[in-house]
């Protein structure tokens, strides 16, 4: 508990530990690598859960909310940056994501469009609560728990929305665009080499573009996905959901043990 003098307090040197560095991890090349596998992952594993189990999507969802409020409260209750639970938060929000923007798509009948434009609508709503309370809605100000939830919860959303993306661009039904899942994935690899050049070789805000590129490599991890599990005749290759789940989380795991994990500096130390 922080001791009281006069008008402002002297922290406990535990709680200074607790907030002396971000939780979450810094942004490299590495970390952007990782991140497109575990979307990958969020796609076949989502679909495992619905489809192969036949649980449907409203069951799955339900299941994996609790697992995503359950990960996000111990990345909050940590004191300090663990990567496996980061990363294990990640797929979390990214099946979450998946299951969630199916049952819009497909269950409600919002179809591909009205899916896309509510989960975009829910994306921005959050970034603007998140920076009206905070003034700034960079990953570098991620120390805080209420930052946290702010951080995940937005994460969250950009993970559905990305969903939501590589569905319309990829399906021909519900309104879809039927460009298919290797265009598909062309189409969003673009974009992120795009947002790439723009980082290397222009001055547009670095908190714009880590946004651009974190919604950006959901649709390529779910194209990627859908490639992977859908059946020939919907142009997919048809492996097992199953097992194309537990390669990728080997392949995280591998990932995780190889590149350098370390946790983002704060602002004051940019």
């Known amino acids: 508990m922080p001791v009281t003098q006069g ?7 535990h709680m200074a530990a607790r907030f002396a560095a971000s939780k ?4 490299t090349v590495g970390f952007w690598l990782i991140k497109i596998v575990a979307t990958t992952l969020g796609e076949t594993g989502g679909d495992w859960v619905t489809m192969s189990l036949n649980l449907g999507y409203v069951v799955g969802s339900v299941i994996f909310a609790a697992i ?14 663990h990567p496996y639970l980061y990363w294990a938060t990640i797929v979390g929000t990214t099946t979450l994501g998946t299951t969630v923007a199916d049952f819009a798509d497909r269950s409600v009948g919002l179809g591909y469009p009205g899916g896309v434009a509510l989960v975009a609508a829910l994306l921005m709503a959050s970034l603007a609560v998140w920076y009206r309370s905070e003034g700034d809605i960079s990953v570098r100000t991620v120390y805080k728990p209420r930052v946290e939830w702010f951080y995940w919860c937005t994460i969250m959303f950009s993970q559905t929305l990305g969903t939501a993306l590589g569905d319309w661009m990829a399906g021909s039904d519900r309104g879809g665009l039927g460009l298919g899942y290797e265009i598909g994935a062309l189409v969003f690899g673009a974009g992120l080499a795009i947002v790439a050049a723009l980082y290397l070789w222009t001055k547009v805000s670095r908190t714009l573009l880590f946004w651009l590129a974190f919604v950006l490599t959901r649709p390529l991890g779910a194209t990627l996905g859908d490639w992977l599990d859908k059946p020939l005749a919907e142009g997919g290759l048809h ?3 199953l097992y194309a ?17 370390r946790p983002a500096s704060r602002p004051s130390a940019a």
């Not at 409020?69 to 300090?80: E, N, P, Y």
């Open 7 to 13: 008008h402002g307090s002297v922290q406990g040197p």
């Open 245 to 261: 789940s537990l390669i990728l989380i080997a392949a995280i795991a591998i990932g995780i043990k190889l590149i350098p994990q």
């Open 239 to 241: 492996a097992s959901r």
């Open 68 to 81: 995503f409020i359950a990960l996000v409260a111990s990345q909050v209750r940590s004191d300090r940056f």
């Open 24 to 27: 979450v991890p810094e942004i």
